[in-house]
């Protein structure tokens, strides 16, 4: 018997329904690997992707990421948090890019037209989904536009490699932001499983994740054609001798029995040298990450890089920044020249002086080493300076050194912060560097946070004039109360 209309049309329905859903991919990892201190570095990285026509029946991509990304007209947005500074003398080379300390908004934009509003957008809904005051990132004070950093880069010494001139980068940061379970519940929330099930599983005690040594957590959200794609990542540093380490792989090996039901995808990576071995979530495999996790591997970074102040009282000061070449990897590589570029905003209060900059090789100043340089200048109050500086670190050099004097600002007494005597933080400066032989891509490297002294006033002479002032006036006005309102005839009674 030939089937109905009615059953034909509901099988297609659910036909259409399948596929739809098979078009929408969410795989999830985790990558051990293990550090010389007796630590342990666990990046755990979350996948989605859907199509935009997809967009109300989403199931395994967050629709508030997704609608972010679309509602703002971006080509790419990312978000940031970090806690704790990576470092890398002690451990060596991040299995991914570990962040500055604070909140970093980067987002990018196909024309002008669309990037003043969208970033507005962005911006805004991006503070209320992960509990952040990112709403501060509207004002043009904090907001930046680089020309050369967070653009893709193949270590050529042009300005714009692989993008398109009309694309505009935007980005901001708030180095004084706080990070806590605040925000890594709500980044939780975008998951499809939550912590419920799969990998995030290990991530639901929260002070074992803000107990680690450092915490790099964020999203990244952009358009593959019609695609919508998100990524979750999230990195933290763990002594392997304590039991929130314990606690953490015990969760990763019970992830293959609680599986996540919308993951298409569940793996465990860990770091063996320069290979990198997975595993599936299998319980003959969970038996052995143990010894695999406790193997310390030497991946030493090739350059070690320091940000300092230097100059004394509340008038003028400096900025140095020193780049210094692994000895093992200079002797390793002897022959390669290594191409930086530095991306430095500051705030408007920090008024540089260009003609200051010096360049230092091995303690020896160099004239016309840089291969280009780009300075925005600040406005008070309105926009803040920029500098993005390229060049290359010869084969035959073991330290370069970059410095710069500034002044320090006036700033009104509404302008400063609660704590007022405790400084300034200044934003975290990226150096991003490629090997000119060998490499396949750049390494980027945030730069130590900076804490500034501004002249600040006595805010308790303030207090003092407040007090005083409300004192005598009130001697004055109850002493005048008193004399117009005592009766005569009660003057000599006593109780």
């Excluded at 026509?53 to 508030?64: F, G, L, Y």
């Excluded at 880069?153 to 180095?175: F, H, I, N, Y």
């Excluded at 005690?205 to 695609?227: C, E, K, P, S, Y």
């Amino acid at each position: 018997m030939p089937p109905s209309p009615a059953s034909s049309l509901v099988i297609l329905l659910v036909l259409l329904a399948s596929s739809a859903r098979a078009l929408e991919t969410h795989d999830e990892r985790v990558t051990l690997t293990p550090l010389l201190d007796g630590s342990l570095a666990l990046d755990f990285a979350f996948e989605s992707s859907s199509t935009r026509d997809d967009a109300r029946h989403r199931a395994k991509t967050s629709k508030t990421l997704a609608s972010t990304l679309t509602t703002s007209d971006a080509a790419s947005l990312e978000v940031w948090f970090g806690r704790g500074r990576w470092n890398a003398r002690r451990w060596g080379t991040p299995p991914s890019t570990a962040r500055a300390i604070g909140a970093e908004v980067i987002g990018r934009w196909r024309a002008r037209a669309l990037a003043g509003e969208g970033w507005r957008r962005a911006t805004r809904t991006l503070g209320g989904t992960f509990c952040a005051s990112l709403r501060a990132m509207d004002a043009g004070a904090v907001t930046t536009e680089p020309a050369l950093g967070f653009r893709p880069w193949d270590g050529d010494e042009r300005g714009r490699v692989g993008t398109v001139d009309e694309d505009v980068v935007k980005r901001a940061s708030l180095p004084g932001e706080a990070v806590c379970v605040e925000n890594l519940a709500p980044w939780l929330k975008q998951l499809p499983c939550r912590d419920r099930a799969g990998l995030a599983k290990a991530l639901k005690t929260a002070h074992v994740v803000f107990g680690a040594r450092h915490v790099t957590l964020g999203a990244r959200m952009w358009m593959d054609g019609d695609t919508v794609r998100t990524e979750q990542t999230l990195m933290m540093v763990l002594r392997s001798d304590g039991d929130a380490f314990r606690g953490v792989m015990d969760l990763i090996k019970e992830a293959g029995a609680n599986a996540c039901v919308a993951a298409d995808s569940s793996r465990v990576q860990i770091h063996d040298g320069d290979e990198v071995r997975t595993f599936d979530l299998s319980a003959a495999n969970a038996r052995a990450l143990d010894a695999w996790a406790m193997r310390p591997v030497r991946r030493a970074p090739k350059l070690f890089i320091e940000r300092f102040l230097t100059g004394t009282g509340n008038e003028n000061g400096g900025i140095v920044i020193d780049v210094e070449r692994n000895l093992e990897e200079k002797n390793a590589h002897a022959s390669s020249p290594i191409r930086i570029r530095l991306f430095q905003p500051l705030p408007w209060f920090v008024r540089l002086y260009m003609h200051t900059l010096s360049v230092e090789l091995d303690g020896e100043v160099v004239r016309g080493a840089t291969e280009g340089i780009r300075y925005v200048p600040a406005k008070d109050r309105v926009r803040s300076s920029l500098l993005e500086l390229q060049m290359v670190i010869p084969s035959n050099a073991s330290t370069l050194r970059l410095s710069l004097d500034f002044d320090k600002g006036f700033l009104r007494s509404r302008e400063f912060p609660p704590d007022a005597n405790r400084g300034f933080d200044l934003p975290s400066a990226r150096l991003d560097y490629f090997a000119l032989e060998g490499d396949a891509r750049p390494s980027s490297v945030y730069l130590n946070g900076l804490l500034l002294l501004l002249p600040t006033p006595d805010f308790s002479m303030v207090y003092n004039a407040v007090a005083l002032a409300g004192s005598a006036l009130s001697i004055l006005v109850l002493t005048t109360i008193r004399s117009l309102t005592v009766r005569e005839a009660w003057r000599d009674y006593k109780v």
